[in-house]
């Protein structure tokens, strides 16, 4: 399976690309570069011979069927997004482009070669989407791929807006197509704007660790080389038209998530005052979801995928890798936003 995978100079996308490219798939990167990529995310597997790159901007149709038509992907895993919620809270306008019409460029462009290529029955467009579309649980219940779209940021709504018409791609003109909500992702190669990025970075520095509120809101998080490797069970034996929740079983409050994190920081560096002494409570992001949570019993069921990673030891590898990987994020630290974020925001 040839496989054109968007955004895999982000967070996610590379774990994508660096796992297939390991297993011998031949997969094309096509990302446009913003801020929030790293082609260092990619170092390990970009002079691989299955490995090809291509800079280009998802709104840019000419640019799209260059690429189809240059590599003939088999399959397309679509997970290049603008991603951050407190940016698309501060400038939307970038999620929508993005987002919601790219996402309409690239379908009409998987569309097109999909149909020029005989429309085969093997072609995949997936979509890689969040949990957040379903909107905030209360202290009870699960998403399911049933539960009802209620999004609730700009980030969520222009992501929602992507899915809906992944699906009306699928039912109109019979677009191979499926789709994976999933919940908060973690690990190495995490944006240094990100929650537990944050958490890490502002305690080596010894600065404030903000934490929104009373630090109440509940997340699931999944190691990021899990939802990889679930995403790849996704595109390789996920049934067409269908979508699949995928999480991590982890549910944790964020501010003891952040403890957790101070706790293994204590373990593995000296100081002299606990790393928890540094948390403090700002200011809650407005209209905060209060928890997610997921039920994976689809793709565990049908597809046999489960995470393999518990929250304790993905925490600790997550630690241990910033901690070896200052020449990765400290060139990060002065990008555009970055610095400011790592200061006084959190987010996911
Ligand atoms: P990220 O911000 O780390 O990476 C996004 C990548 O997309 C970047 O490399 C960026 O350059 C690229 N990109 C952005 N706009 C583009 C455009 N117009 N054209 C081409 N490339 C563009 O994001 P991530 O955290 O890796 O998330 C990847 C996907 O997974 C997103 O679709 C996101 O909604 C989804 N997701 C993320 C999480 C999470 O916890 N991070 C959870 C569930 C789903």
Not at 82 to 100: C, K, L, Q, W, Y
Not at 141 to 162: I, N, Q, V
Request: glycine fraction near 10%; hydrophobic fraction near 40%.
């Amino acid at each position: 399976m040839k496989l054109l995978v968007t955004g895999g100079a982000g967070f996610i996308g590379s774990a994508v690309v660096r796992q297939a490219v390991g297993e011998g798939m031949e997969v094309v990167n096509l990302d446009a570069l913003t801020y929030a990529a790293n082609l260092a995310n990619v170092a390990a597997v970009a002079d691989a011979p299955n490995y090809a790159f291509v800079k280009a901007d998802i709104t840019d149709r000419s640019a799209l069927d260059a690429v189809f038509s240059d590599h003939a992907p088999d399959a397309v895993m679509h997970l290049a997004a603008e991603s951050h919620v407190d940016r698309s809270i501060d400038g939307p306008d970038a999620f929508m482009a993005t987002n919601v019409m790219g996402t309409f460029h690239l379908l009409e462009a998987a569309r097109a070669h999909w149909q020029a290529m005989g429309k085969p029955e093997g072609f995949r467009f997936h979509h890689v989407s969040t949990d957040e579309v379903f909107g905030s649980l209360g202290a009870e219940g699960m998403f399911t791929e049933d539960t009802s779209y209620d999004p609730r940021s700009p980030y969520s709504a222009s992501k929602a807006g992507s899915d809906h018409l992944v699906r009306a791609w699928g039912e109109t003109y019979g677009l191979p197509v499926i789709l994976s909500n999933c919940s908060n992702n973690y690990g190495p190669y995490h944006y240094p704007e990100k929650l537990i990025p944050v958490v890490i970075l502002n305690a080596l520095h010894g600065r404030s660790i903000p934490v929104y509120g009373a630090g109440e809101n509940v997340r699931d998080w999944l190691y990021v080389e899990d939802h990889a490797d679930a995403l790849l069970t996704v595109v390789r034996k996920g049934q067409v038209g269908r979508s699949y929740n995928i999480g991590g079983e982890n549910e944790v409050r964020n501010i003891d998530l952040v403890r957790s994190i101070c706790a293994i920081l204590d373990r593995l560096r000296a100081k002299d005052a606990p790393h928890a002494d540094l948390i403090e409570h700002v200011t809650d992001r407005p209209g905060h979801d209060a928890r997610y949570a997921i039920d994976p019993s689809r793709i565990r069921t049908e597809l046999g995928w489960r995470p393999s990673v518990t929250l304790e030891d993905g925490l600790e590898k997550t630690v241990r890798w910033y901690l070896k990987n200052e020449a990765w994020w400290r060139p990060l630290l002065t990008r555009e936003g970055v610095g400011a974020r790592l200061g006084t925001g959190l987010g996911n």
